[in-house]
């Protein structure tokens, strides 16, 4: 334990047990919450110095500076807002609610109160992504054009949600982050194969002001398990492949060549190839430098990378996806 931040953990489900691991190493985990029986049970074998209690308003009365929330998606408004008003600081999974006017109530209670609001979109915190920032940063890779994502395997079917709002929010946190912009208009289509009126894929299209494209597309019914981001510049290529184990970015220097593109009538547009690079990564957990930069950020009172208005950004885009969806493709502008 390198830290002396107190924090409680609420949900110990799909995602809880992990963040409650890295608390426990990181900080003062002082008392873990959840409804069921089952897993409190296993919190206790596990964590015996660790408080386990059912009801979160007893872990509000604790002696606690922060709370995690790894709940279901449609209990985070309640639960966030109950932790703020109750004075703690507050790290919540994404989405960080499930309307934009209840994540606006929530940013702006945090500023009142002057308490850190963190949400859990994990892949900002990825090295290998903030490798690719960097290489979009420094003009490597000359200006982005456009930027796609496949997030697919087979499995694990959802019921309560569909794969934009299960999936797709990781990848749209990504394209805002690496792209430094927010989106003015989204159109999606998807399909319900499975369950009807839960979407099994979906394919998200954001347009830019400055121009530039992205498209997002989600599935849990698809025979391949992709996790793979690629970035087409003026000058390189570049894709991010997480399902790799080392080389996870891979840099081509593939383009149209300099000069006006058509040589004369008639002709083709001069095509560009070159090497293809590797670059070294120093992989660490993403979890663990999203769990730090928490503590850190409630330590120090500075802004966390994806605060409250981060997610609130985030889940603009993945409201107007779903309005979309709902109008069958139609574009929705993203105010």
Known sequence: ??????????????????????????????VCCDLDEGNRAKIGSLYPDVAVVRDFDEMLGMDVDAVVIATSAPSHYELAK????????????????????????????????????????????????????????????????????QRLNLGK????????????????????????????EVTCRGESYLTEGVQDVVFCTLHFGSGKLANVHVSWLDPHK??????????????????????????????????????????DVRLR????????????????????????????GQTPRSDGRDGLRVLKVVEAAQSSLEQRGAPVAIG
């Open 1 to 30: 334990m390198d830290r002396v931040v107190r924090v409680g953990v609420i949900g110990y489900g799909y995602w809880g047990p992990n963040l409650v691991r890295n608390f426990n190493r990181l900080a003062d985990l002082k």
């Open 226 to 267: 992709m996790r793979k981001l690629t970035v087409v510049g003026t000058k390189k290529m570049l894709v991010f492949d997480d399902m790799e184990s080392t080389d996870k970015i891979w840099i081509y220097d593939k383009g149209v060549g300099d000069g006006e593109g058509y040589l004369s009538y008639g002709e």
């Open 157 to 184: 079917v959802r019921q309560d949600e569909n794969a934009l709002w299960s999936l797709a929010p990781h990848d749209i946190s990504i394209i805002l982050y690496l792209l430094g912009e927010e989106p003015d």
């Open 273 to 300: 190839f070159g090497d293809i690079t590797i670059p070294f990564v120093q992989m660490v957990e993403p979890l663990a430098t999203e769990c730090r930069h928490f503590l850190d950020c409630v330590e120090s």
């Open 82 to 149: 109950k932790a703020l008003g109750a004075g703690k600081h507050v790290f919540v999974e994404k989405p960080i609610t499930l309307s934009t006017e209840t994540a606006q109530e929530l940013v702006a209670l945090a500023d009142e109160k002057k308490l850190t609001l963190m949400v859990g979109h994990l892949l900002e915190y990825h090295a290998a992504v903030n490798e690719v920032k960097r290489y979009i940063e420094s003009g490597e890779l000359g200006q982005v054009r456009y930027v796609y994502s």
